[in-house]
C-alpha cells in the first residue's frame, strides 16, 4: 500500500470529504509560518442535517455549539493522524486546526481551508464567504494538513453557483454580507465584514448565548433534504 493509498484510506472512512490541492502557487495567501510546502490536503465532516434545523431555539444554539466543537476536535484528530503518518514516511507534514483566529486583531484563521477546498474541486465560495458544496451546501466544518509530499493532482476550482440567491445576505443578523461572488485578488472586506460579525457574538455572549450564529448555514438552499 502506497502512502497515498494510506491517506485516502483514512479520509475515507473518517471523513465526509476529502480533497487535495497543490498549493504552491498560493504561498501569498499563508502567514509565514505556514509556507513551504507544495501540498494540501483538506477533510470535512458534515454537521447533522437536525442540528441545523434546529439551530433557532435556546436548545438548538446549545446543540450547534456542541456539534460545531465535536466535529472541530474530530477533525484535528484526523489532520493530527495525518501528520504523523507522513512524518514517519520521511516527508514534511503540518495539521491546520479547524478552528483557530490569530490573536492580532485581524480576525483571520492561519489559513483559509474553504479556499483550499475550492482548489481541490469540492465546492465553491459563497456569498456567505462558506464553502459551499453541491450535495451538503455549506453544512461541514473543514480541517487541513499541508505536505511536500507530491500527491500528484491538478487543482479544480468551482465556479460559484450562488447567482442571484441572496438568501444568506438576508439573513445575516449582523448585516455582515455584502452580496459579493468571491474572486481570490479581492480582500474579504470586499465580501463580509468579519467586524460586525464579531460585535454580534458580543452581544450573543452578554446575554449567556452561545458564541455562534449558523444562520447563513440553515438558510442556503444547497445541502437541504429538499434539495
Not at 490536503?41 to 456539534?67: A, F
Not at 489559513?111 to 453544512?139: D, F, Q, V
Not at 452580496?179 to 467586524?195: I, K, L, M, T
Request: glycine share 6%.
Amino acid at each position: 500500500m502506497t502512502l497515498k493509498d494510506k491517506i485516502d484510506n483514512i479520509c475515507i472512512n473518517m471523513t465526509t470529504l476529502h480533497g487535495y490541492a497543490s498549493i504552491e502557487d498560493y504561498q501569498d495567501y499563508m502567514i509565514d509560518e505556514l509556507k513551504g510546502y507544495s501540498h494540501a490536503i483538506v477533510v470535512g465532516i458534515k454537521i447533522p442535517d437536525n442540528i441545523i434545523d434546529n439551530l433557532e431555539s435556546p436548545q438548538g444554539e446549545l446543540d450547534y455549539q456542541d456539534s460545531y466543537n465535536r466535529i472541530n476536535n474530530k477533525l484535528n484528530q484526523i489532520t493530527s493522524e495525518l501528520e504523523n503518518l507522513i512524518k514517519n514516511e520521511g516527508y514534511s507534514a503540518k495539521s491546520v486546526n479547524a478552528s483557530y483566529i490569530i490573536p492580532d486583531g485581524k480576525l483571520y484563521g492561519e489559513l483559509s481551508h474553504k479556499m483550499i477546498a475550492n482548489l481541490a474541486g469540492l465546492g465553491w465560495i459563497g456569498k456567505s464567504c462558506l464553502l459551499i458544496t453541491p450535495e451538503y451546501g455549506p453544512r461541514l466544518r473543514w480541517a487541513t494538513l499541508l505536505t511536500d509530499y507530491d500527491l500528484k493532482t491538478e487543482n479544480n476550482p468551482v465556479k460559484s453557483q450562488c447567482n442571484n440567491c441572496r438568501l444568506c445576505v438576508e439573513k445575516c443578523p449582523s448585516h455582515a454580507l455584502n452580496d459579493v461572488e468571491f474572486r481570490p485578488e479581492d480582500p474579504r472586506s470586499v465580501r463580509y465584514d468579519a467586524y460586525k460579525c464579531s460585535e454580534y457574538f458580543d452581544k450573543l455572549e452578554k446575554m449567556n448565548r452561545p458564541r455562534l450564529c449558523g444562520l447563513c448555514v440553515k438558510v442556503c438552499p444547497w445541502g437541504k433534504k429538499s434539495n
